[in-house]
């Protein structure tokens, strides 16, 4: 895919860099800390790292393709994830310093197609810019759901939920202010560490499709200006690097930054509004019922 002269890089070729990401740090990191180390590993521009794939909420074009890379790699059996959403390397992750990409997807394939031999109706999984229709990976469908059913509250209710989020999360005091003019502070609460320290936290809840700039988190700063020394911002869009940098940059008061992808996966943990339903397996033994 293309912005003028700019192409985000193929899936195979995010599988090499991915697992050099993995092992600069230290054979495991969450989707942010890859991403980032990938990021820095291969000098991607700006045009590149925030260019928005189509159709996929606010999930990014590289996003997206890092995703297929660590399917792909998951199925080759270098690395794998945890319900947490900790991506490692396996004993043969950290045996090979490289793989064939070709080698890597091919083998991924043609496993999918002996898995799926006999059903015509199903499509395979072969990832993105293949000749044959591709799948996504099996949380696409809910993700994408909840995103749009995100994207379509009122900005009150959408404040509401970001309470309730809070609160379920150990915050207490929390109270939605939702003043104009206010900086673009939305509420604050009260974080409570193991039952003995607490400190004042001003949030900021933005219902967004696009990315939030690093001027967004600057402004927000401000407004926290003798009112607290930790900030939140909460939006179902993304954040360019420019403000990732921000959020963090020394001497300044810390402000936490929590992207839709985040905010998903918050509220798939605390079942807010997502159920998690397990399938009952069945199997009948046989033998039993010949030794009756």
């Known amino acids: ?72 790699l998951k199925n080759y059996g270098v690395i794998t994830n945890s319900s947490r959403g900790v991506w490692a390397l396996t004993p043969k992750g950290f045996e090979r310093e490289m793989v064939a990409s070709q080698e890597v997807v091919r083998f991924v394939r043609e496993q999918s197609r002996r898995e799926r031999h006999g059903r015509a109706e199903q499509t395979e999984i072969i990832g993105p810019g293949a000749e044959v229709e591709a799948v996504e990976d099996e949380t696409a469908s809910w993700r994408e759901t909840l995103m749009n059913t995100l994207l379509e509250m009122s900005p009150d209710a959408f404040e509401r939920l970001c309470q309730r989020l809070l609160r379920e999360s150990g915050f207490i005091q929390v109270e939605v202010t939702g003043r104009s003019g206010d900086g673009g502070i939305d509420g604050h609460g009260v974080v409570r560490l193991t039952g003995l320290l607490s400190f004042p936290v001003i949030f900021q ?19 926290m200006v003798g009112r607290a020394d930790k900030g939140l911002i909460i939006t179902t869009g993304s954040f360019t690097r420019d403000a990732s940098v921000e959020a ?21 943990d605390l079942r807010l509004g997502v159920a998690t339903k397990q399938v009952e397996v069945v199997e009948v033994n046989t033998e039993w019922f010949y030794a009756i």
């Open 1 to 72: 895919m293309y912005i003028g002269a700019v192409r985000v890089p193929s899936f195979d070729k995010l599988l090499n860099p991915t697992l050099a990401a993995l092992r600069h740090l230290g054979g495991s990191a969450s989707i942010a800390e890859l991403l980032e180390q990938i990021i820095e590993d291969m000098q991607l521009s700006p045009d590149i790292v925030e260019q928005p794939h189509p159709g996929r909420g606010n999930r990014t074009e590289l996003e997206y393709r890092l995703a297929w890379a660590r399917t792909y």
């Open 205 to 223: 809840c933005k219902r967004y499709r696009n990315t939030i700039s690093s001027g967004v988190v600057r402004d927000f700063r401000g407004a």
């Open 248 to 268: 963090t940059r020394d001497g300044a008061p810390p402000i936490d930054l929590i992207d839709g992808e985040q905010l998903i996966d918050k509220l798939k």
